[in-house]
C-alpha cells in the first residue's frame, strides 16, 4: 500500500510543472496534501492496530502459559481421551448427521444440470470416456441403479462398455441386450467361461473408442457430472490418471462414510489402494502399462496404478465426491509385493491398522551411523529421554550429541552429572531460547550420514522407530521423514502437518483418537512437513538446504525446513511405524509468537491461501479435528 501511494504521489508531482492553469496548480496542491495526511492519518492507524494485535497476541500466549490455563487444559485433554475410548458409537451418528447436511449443501450450491451440459458443450477438448463395467452375478437392483447413474451424466462423450463374466443368471445378458438396443453408446460382450476381472476387462477394452478409460464397480453410482468434472480437468493438461473421492451406501441407502482423499502420494499408495475403483485412465497409458493383469485379479486395480506410478505417468486428483459405492473390497497386498519386487526393495508387508491397507517395514541398507540430536535445560526430562532411547531402541549405530541450553545452579550440576555418566556428547548453547539455532549447533557437533532430531520430552514405544525413520531417510528420493507421536493418553499429537490451518500449520487429529472425515492418520504416505519433535534427514540434505532457520527460534522452523526440501525436489513423508510418546511444551512455553507468524506468513503466504495438496479441501482449517468445512 505504501508502494502505491508513492507511486500515485510521484505521479502527482511529475504532473504539476506541466500545469499552466493557477487554479488546477492550487487543487493539485491541496489534493498532495489532503493525500499525504490522509496517508499519514492511515500509517498511524496501521501502526497502533499492529501493536495492539501485538499486545493482545502476548497477552493471550500469558493466558496460555498460566497454571489455572495448563490445568484446565489438562482436564479437557483428559476428557477428551475418556470420550474418544467411551464415545465412538455417538460420534459415529454425529458424523452421520454431519455428512448428510453436508451434502444438502453441496447440492444446494451445485448450477443446475442444465448448466453442466453448457459448460461440456463449451469445453475446447471434449475427450470420450469409455468406461469398463466388469460383471460378475450383480444384484440386479444394484446393477439397475449403477447403469442408471450412467445413462444421467450431464456430458454426453461417453460410451458404456459391458463384459458378462458367464454370470449364471440369465437375466444379465437380457437385461444388457436392452439396453443395447435403446442407446448405441452401449456396447456388450459376453464370456461363456469365467475369466476373471482382469480378462473380462481387458475383452472391454477391444469395445472402446474413447481416448480415456473409465473403470467403475459393478455397483457403483455415479454423480450425475462425473464425467463433466473429468473433462474440466483435461482442459489444463492431459493427464495418464485422474482419480475421485467417494462414499458408500449404507443399509437404509442413504450415503455416508465418505473418503476424502489427499493430492497424489506415492507413499500412501504404497500403503493403501487409496485411490478407490473408479479410475479414468489415459488409453495411450494404460496400453503402455500392459493393461490388466489377470495373475493379480482382485488386486488388478492396485497393480495397474502401481505400475502407471513406475512409468512416470501424471496424475491429478478431481476433489469431489463422484462416486459411491455399496461395498468395501478387502485389502489385498499381492499388487505392493509385486511393486516391490520389481522396485528390488526389501521389505514385510504386515495387515495396516484396523483392517486398513497395509504397513511395509523397509529393511536398513548397510548400517549408517545415526545421529539423535536433543535439545535440552532440563536433566529430569532428558533422563527420562535417554534411558527410553536405550532401553527401546533396536538399531544400535547410532550417537546421542544433547545441546545443553545453558543454566545457573543446581539444575546445571544435575545436567552435568547425567551427562556425564550418559553416552552423549554435550553441546552448550547460551542466549535466548531457539530451538533452530540450537540444532544447528548440534548437528555441526554430530557425525551422523542421518541426522534425527529430537525433542527431550519424547519417548519410543516401539524398538524398531529408529529403524522405521533409516529405511525411509536414506532412499534418496525423501528428503524428510516424521514419526506418529502421541500423548500420554494415547491420543495423536502429530500425525503429519497440514498447511494453511490454524495459525498457518495445523496437526490434523491432535487430542482425537484419528477417525472422523480423514482415514490416513495410520498410514505412511506424504505430507508438506512434519514435525521437529521427532524429524529424521540425511546430513547432505540438511546441509544442502542450509539447516535451520534461525528467524523461527520457537515455531515454524520445522514446517519451514519441510517446504523449503519439498521446494528442492524431495518428498516429506509421514512414517507411523516409528511411534513415540511427545509430553509436548514441556521445555518451553507454547503458543505462537506475532512475528514469527508474520515471517511465516510472508515467506509461505501463497502456498498456505491454496491449501495443504495433503489434505482435504473439504475439512476444516480452523480447526485440527478433521471436522467438515463449514459453508
Known sequence: ??????????????????????????????????????????????????????????????????????????????????????????????????????????????????????????????????????????????????????????YPEWELCISDDACAEPWVSSYVEQLVSRDPRIHFVRSKQSMGPSSSLNRAMILTSGGYIATLSQHGLLSPHAFCYAAEALQVERFDLLYTDHDYIGVTGSRERPCFKPGWSPELLDASMYLGRFLIVSKSALIRAGEFQSELDDAHLHDLVLRLMEAGSTVFHIPRVLVSEHDVPDPDSRAVEAALVRRKCQAVIEPGPNGSGFRIHRKVLGTPLVSLIICS?????????????????????????????????????????????????????????????????????????IVVFMNDDVGPLDTMWLNALVAQAERPEI?????????????????????????????????????????????????????????????????????????????????????????????????????????????????????????????????????????SRHLARNREDCSLRDG
Open 1 to 154: 500500500m505504501a508502494k502505491d501511494f508513492q507511486h500515485f504521489r510521484n505521479e502527482l508531482d511529475r504532473l504539476r510543472p506541466q500545469v499552466d492553469d493557477p487554479e488546477v496548480v492550487r487543487l493539485l496542491d491541496s489534493l498532495i496534501d489532503q493525500l499525504e495526511r490522509q496517508h499519514e492519518e492511515t500509517s498511524r492507524k496501521f501502526e497502533r492496530l499492529t501493536e495492539n494485535l501485538r499486545e493482545l497476541d502476548n497477552r493471550i500466549l500469558t493466558v496460555e502459559n498460566s497454571r489455572v490455563f495448563r490445568v484446565l487444559h489438562k482436564a479437557s485433554h483428559t476428557l477428551r481421551a475418556w470420550r474418544s475410548r467411551r464415545g465412538t458409537p455417538r460420534l459415529s451418528e454425529s458424523n452421520a448427521r454431519a455428512y448428510q447436511l453436508w451434502l444438502e449443501r453441496q447440492e444446494h450450491a451445485a448450477p443446475p444440470e442444465q448448466w453442466f451440459r453448457n459448460a461440456g458443450a463449451q469445453m475446447q477438448y471434449q475427450p470420450r470416456f469409455s468406461i469398463l463395467l466388469h460383471l460378475d452375478n450383480p444384484r440386479r437392483e444394484w446393477l439397475e441403479a449403477t447403469i442408471e447413474s450412467v445413462l444421467r451424466q450431464s
Open 377 to 449: 535445560r532440563n536433566a529430569r526430562l532428558l533422563e527420562k529421554c535417554l534411558d527410553s532411547i536405550e532401553r527401546k531402541t533396536s538399531y544400535a549405530r547410532r550417537e546421542i550429541v544433547v545441546v545443553q541450553h545453558s543454566m545457573t545452579g543446581a539444575g546445571d550440576r544435575r545436567m552435568a552429572r547425567l551427562l556425564d555418566r550418559s553416552k552423549s556428547r554435550r553441546v552448550t548453547y547460551t542466549g535466548a531460547f531457539n530451538f533452530a539455532a540450537m540444532n544447528n549447533a548440534g548437528i555441526e557437533s554430530s557425525n551422523g550420514e
Open 479 to 615: 528428503g524428510v521423514v516424521g514419526a506418529q507421536l502421541v500423548y500420554p493418553s494415547g491420543l495423536i499429537q502429530h500425525a503429519g502437518i497440514a498447511i494453511g490451518m490454524m495459525d498457518g500449520a495445523g496437526h490434523p487429529h491432535r487430542e482425537t483418537a484419528g477417525g472422523g472425515f480423514w482415514n490416513w492418520s495410520f498410514h505412511a504416505r506424504n505430507v508438506s512437513a512434519v514435525t521437529g519433535a521427532c524429524l529424521a534427514i540425511r546430513r547432505e540434505v540438511f546441509e544442502q538446504l542450509n539447516g535451520f532457520d534461525i528467524n523461527f527460534p520457537v515455531n515454524y522452523n520445522d514446517v519451514d525446513l519441510c517446504l523449503r526440501a519439498g521446494q528442492a525436489g524431495f518428498e516429506v513423508i509421514y512414517e507411523p511405524a516409528a511411534r513415540l510418546e511427545h509430553g509436548e511444551c514441556k521445555t518451553r512455553a507454547p503458543g505462537v509468537r506475532w512475528e514469527e507468524r508474520e515471517l511465516f506468513q510472508a515467506r509461505w503466504g501463497e502456498l498456505l491461501e491454496k491449501g495443504d495438496p495433503y489434505y
